[in-house]
């Protein structure tokens, strides 16, 4: 029985697949046959909904002590040219003059900046809860946290305690990287270690607050370190109950220290996601990041095992600094209409999925037609009788 038989028996069954399943999944020659059975899967899960909302992104400083390779954010000192950290007045202003349409979720990464006091990021967080007191606050990768923990002498607990109280809501899913050891250790050596980073959500899970998970791939990692990733990341699942999404993000080299490998392709982009949700079992919702895909792929991977296409964004710095290609932001309409084009139902949601609205589906606009087809639509009728005339 060929490899891809037998795990698709094993979904079927409600098995849980194996380290060695996860391998087949990333080898298997036929990349429709994997998105088939991942979109199988998501479809038993959501049927034809697709979530997105409408969020906004901040990242307040780009300084930061860590020497990430693959980042073409970060910069080493605050005087460099390029470097940023906004004041707190400039970092509110970016929600006050929204307002008028506002986010129901302001998601903020930072680098890890040494020269601020920790009641920036309190002052920061209570800010936008006064401008808008039912805004969600996603903000600060589990790396933050921990970066935090270490230079302001508390414990991860004692960090989220404080940030909890001054109105953060929820982790992002940011700095996993790739968890495997060796790997991390050339590409990200100098923050927090992959058992750091999944101890934090740990300690936020067991404080009530739901986090997200990522994965970076296409540089130097294997099939074998992707599948050791959703594994760990499953065993955290099936730990703490904590993880509400998972995002794998695509590499871009531009600008960064590993800007002599290639991108990965829109093959690998789909056959990662739909792998991701064929191992992640106990995980709800696989996200196709459409800032890293770009929303042409974002769109195809919600037929690759992908159920969330993530939201308006707004305002996105890290992967503009690496050459993305995709737009700064995308509006509700352009959303709306990227999901219905792909057969799916939009629905918009908070930050924890809650649904806000359910918008109708939607028969295939003219717009998406082919050329030919729109052509033929347009010319009118002729009868027999006037083509032999």
């Known amino acids: 029985m060929r490899p891809l038989d037998r795990i698709r028996d094993a979904v079927r069954r409600g098995d849980r697949l194996t380290a060695e399943d996860g391998l087949a999944l990333f080898l298997e020659p036929d990349l429709l046959a994997v998105g088939q059975l991942a979109n199988e899967v998501r479809e038993a899960r959501h049927g034809d909904r697709t979530y997105f909302n409408r969020n906004m992104r901040i990242e307040v400083t780009n300084v930061c002590v860590a020497s990430c390779l693959f980042c073409s954010f970060a910069k080493l000192e605050a005087h460099m040219p390029g470097a940023h950290t906004m004041s707190l007045e400039e970092a509110w202003r970016e929600l006050e003059t929204r307002m008028d349409d506002p986010p129901t979720e302001v998601h903020v990464v930072n680098g890890l900046h040494p020269g601020l006091p920790f009641s920036y990021y309190e002052e920061l967080l209570r800010g936008f809860k006064r401008i808008k007191p039912d805004v969600h606050m996603k903000c600060f990768t589990a790396v933050e946290i921990h970066f935090f923990a270490q230079h302001y002498g508390m414990t991860h607990a004692e960090v989220l305690e404080r940030l909890r109280a001054a109105g953060l809501d929820s982790l992002p899913g940011g700095g996993a990287e790739i968890f495997d050891e060796d790997v991390r250790s050339r590409i990200s050596a100098d923050k927090a270690t992959a058992a750091e980073y999944l101890e934090v959500h740990r300690v936020a899970h067991r404080m009530g607050m739901r986090t997200n998970a990522t994965m970076l791939y296409g540089h130097i990692e294997t099939f074998a370190h ?8 499953r065993a955290l699942q099936d730990e703490t109950k904590g993880l509400q999404a998972f995002i794998p993000l695509a590499f ?31 995980v709800d919702h696989i996200k196709a990041y459409w800032v890293s895909l770009t929303p042409d792929v974002a769109q195809v991977a919600l037929r690759f095992g ?21 737009p700064g932001a995308l509006s509700e309409g352009e959303l709306i209409r990227l999901i219905r084009e792909a057969g799916r139902v939009p629905i918009e949601r908070d930050t924890l999925y809650n649904v806000v609205r359910e918008h109708p589906r939607a028969e295939v606009p003219e717009a998406a037609l082919k050329p030919r087809e729109r052509l033929k639509a347009r010319l009118p009728v002729v009868h027999d009788k006037q083509v032999r005339s």
Do not use: F, Q, W
């Not at 992707?226 to 990341?233: A, E």
């Not at 992908?306 to 690496?322: F, L």
């Open 226 to 233: 992707r599948v050791d990733h959703l594994l760990r990341l």
């Open 252 to 282: 871009h080299p531009d600008g960064n220290g590993m800007k002599n490998l290639p991108a990965p392709t829109a093959v690998d982009d789909l056959r990662t996601l739909a792998v991701s949700r064929l191992m992640l079992d106990n």
């Open 306 to 326: 992908a159920d969330d296409i993530d939201g308006t964004i707004v305002h996105e710095t890290i992967y503009k600094a690496a050459g993305t290609r995709s």
